[in-house]
Every structure is written in structure tokens, then in C-alpha cells.
């Protein structure tokens, strides 16, 4: 006989141990899942899903080294650089995926961090973005505390800044930024009174241990990221991590649940790698609590599946987006 491991109803926990989480994830599949859905009915309609389009606003040449990412200026990727987009693009890009039915449009800049003079334009484009009906989000890398001021001033709805790993595993993966980088941009998102978006990366040959790290690290804010983006890697040829081994679908879905049972209340995104995803896998991920997705057929240089295969996804599971 298997022990479930019952979360208290309607607890929001910021403590939560390696231990609590490991035994979360080893749980019986089915037993992880019924958790799943139990947390996740007591919070949100199952049959909802919310959808965020993205746009880059900024391509390629960056700085920083993370090692899954194809816009670093040092990697030799087929990513085609390109500066600052000019307000009219984004608007028209912005129209384009209000027509389609998103209800956040979110704009990322390969920066380790923005200049003022790129934080003005950007600004601009917050505020034609919102003037557009559409929630705004951003991720430009790290911010300072005024920085991130003027971004409230704007309007500005969501910063996404990811811990992308466990604090171990991190240091595998980038060496220009450290974990206490990140974290002090996220407070001053925080403290700012900006919605957080942080979530992190599978599948670039972490370990289990990494998996539970990085859930206890995003679990143990507080408060919880209002949306946590799950990214499976997208593995593009000339980065480091371009030969990762494939992902075990079943391991990604047990993320996906117990990101649910941590985080009650937030948005769980099935992020980036759902164009290798088969609709029956992203269906668990549905089931397991994910209740996000980035709509369009690209992310930021990367495809993902297009508008019509994800209505039609929708359609067959009874989803409404929102
Ligand atoms: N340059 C800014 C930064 O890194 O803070 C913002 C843009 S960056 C591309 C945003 C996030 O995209 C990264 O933190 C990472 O989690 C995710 N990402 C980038 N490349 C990815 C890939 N190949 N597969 C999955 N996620 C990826
Ligand atoms: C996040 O967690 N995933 C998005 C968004 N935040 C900015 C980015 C995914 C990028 C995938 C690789 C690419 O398209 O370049
Ligand atoms: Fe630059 Fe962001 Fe890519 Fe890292 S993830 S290399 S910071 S664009």
C-alpha cells in the first residue's frame, strides 16, 4: 500500500524541504496526479487555459553566456541578429495577437541588462501594448531598482526573469550571472509591485535533485510567482546544450504537477519545447495543472506549435482560452 502524500487544503506554504518535494515527485503517478487536480480545481476552472503571445524585441548578440540559449553573441547559431524593433512593429505584432486571442503580449530582449536609453523605448512600447487591451509583459535581463520603478510607473503588468535551474545546477549552465543576481532582480520586481514570472528550464541534463532545488527554490518565495513558466529545452544546433539528451515525457509532466501542488495559485506555464510535444503529452501537462501557454507560431527565434493546431488542440480537450 502506497502513502499519498496530501497536501493541506488551502495551504500557501513558503518552507517547503527537499524532502517534502522529493517525496511529492516519487509519488505513484496516478497518486501525483490526483493531488494535481485537486490543488488545481480548488483554485482555478480546469477547463481554462490563459494564453500569452511573445515577441522579441531584440535578437541575438548577447553577452551573457547560458548555455541552452541561441542568441549568445558566443555561440555560432543560424539566429539572425536584430536591434531594437521600431514602436511600429510592435504594435502591429501586438494587434496581430490580440486578433488571434491572446490576453498578454510579451516582449523579450536578448540584454544582460537594459540601457536607459532602451528602457525609454521600451517603455513606449508598454504603454502601446496596453492601449492595445492587452496585458504586458516584458523580460530584458537584470533590472535595477529604478529601473524597475519606471516600469511600474508605465503600466507594466508581468516582468519573466527565470532561476532557470537549482542553485547547484546553475552554475553549469551560465557563469556571467549568478543565482543572487537573478534573485535581487526579482525582489525588485517584488517590491515594485510588478507581477512576477519566474520559472526555470528541463532537460539540460540536470538531475532529479536539481528538479526538487529548483521547485523549492521558486516554491519558497514569497509570495509565489504569479506565473511560472516550465520550459522543456529547445536544443538549437550550435549551442552548448544542442546534443542534451531527449527529455522523459512522464518526468516533465511530474514537474508540471508538483509545481502545481507548491504553487496553488499561479499560473503554470507550459513554456518552451511543446512543438516536440505530442498533443497527448501536453494534454497530462493540462491535466497535471498547467493552465498557460505561449501562443503563436514562435517564441522568441524558436518555432512552437501554430495558432491553428493549438485551437484545434484546445477544441478536442474542451479548453477555453482566456
Ligand atoms: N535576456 C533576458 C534574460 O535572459 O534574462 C531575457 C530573455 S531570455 C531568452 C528568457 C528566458 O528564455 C531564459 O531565462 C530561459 O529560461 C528561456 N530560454 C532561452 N533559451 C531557451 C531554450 N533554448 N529552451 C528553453 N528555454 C529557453
Ligand atoms: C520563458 O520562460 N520562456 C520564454 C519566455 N520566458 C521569454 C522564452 C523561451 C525561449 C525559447 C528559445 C527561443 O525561442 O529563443
Ligand atoms: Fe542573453 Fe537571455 Fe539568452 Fe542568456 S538567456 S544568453 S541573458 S538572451
Not at 548578440?61 to 555560432?76: L, T
Not at 508598454?126 to 503600466?155: F, H, N, P, W, Y
Not at 529545452?233 to 501542488?261: H, Q, Y
Request: negative net charge.
Amino acid at each position: 500500500m502506497t502513502q499519498l502524500v496530501e497536501p493541506k487544503l488551502e495551504s500557501i506554504r513558503h518552507d517547503w524541504s527537499d524532502q517534502e518535494i522529493e517525496a511529492l515527485f516519487s509519488q505513484p503517478f496516478a497518486d501525483l496526479m490526483f493531488a494535481a487536480q485537486n490543488v488545481h480545481r480548488q483554485h482555478f476552472d480546469p477547463n481554462e487555459v490563459q494564453v500569452s503571445t511573445l515577441l522579441s524585441i531584440k535578437t541575438g548578440k548577447c553577452s551573457e553566456d547560458c548555455a541552452y540559449c541561441p542568441q549568445s553573441v558566443r555561440y555560432d547559431t543560424a539566429v539572425e541578429d536584430e536591434s531594437l524593433l521600431e514602436l511600429d512593429a510592435v504594435i502591429t505584432a501586438a494587434r496581430q495577437a490580440k486578433l488571434n486571442g491572446a490576453s498578454r503580449f510579451c516582449m523579450g530582449a536578448a540584454w544582460r541588462r537594459p540601457k536607459d536609453k532602451d528602457l525609454d523605448k521600451v517603455i513606449d512600447m508598454v504603454i502601446a501594448v496596453k492601449d492595445e487591451g492587452l496585458e504586458s509583459c516584458l523580460t530584458l535581463g537584470m533590472l535595477t531598482e529604478q529601473q524597475t520603478q519606471r516600469l511600474k510607473e508605465a503600466g507594466l503588468d508581468y516582468y519573466n526573469h527565470n532561476l532557470d535551474s537549482s542553485p547547484e545546477y546553475y552554475q553549469e549552465i551560465i557563469s556571467t550571472r549568478t543565482y543572487d543576481d537573478r534573485l535581487e532582480t526579482l525582489a525588485h520586481v517584488r517590491n515594485a509591485g510588478i507581477n512576477v514570472c519566474c520559472g526555470g528550464i528541463l532537460g539540460m541534463g540536470e538531475s532529479r535533485n536539481d528538479r526538487v532545488g529548483l521547485m523549492r527554490e521558486l516554491a519558497n518565495q514569497a509570495p509565489h510567482p504569479e506565473s511560472v513558466p516550465i520550459n522543456m529545452l529547445v536544443r538549437v544546433e550550435g549551442t552548448p546544450l544542442e546534443a542534451a539528451d531527449d527529455f522523459d515525457p512522464i518526468e516533465f509532466v511530474r514537474c508540471i504537477a508538483v509545481a502545481r501542488i507548491l504553487m496553488p495559485k499561479s499560473h503554470v506555464r507550459l513554456s518552451a519545447g511543446r512543438e516536440e510535444m505530442t498533443d497527448e503529452m501536453q494534454a497530462l501537462c493540462f491535466l497535471a495543472g498547467a493552465n498557460s501557454i505561449f501562443y503563436g507560431e514562435k517564441l522568441l527565434t524558436t518555432p512552437n506549435p501554430g495558432p491553428n493546431h493549438d485551437m484545434a488542440l484546445f477544441d478536442n480537450l474542451g479548453i477555453k482560452s482566456v
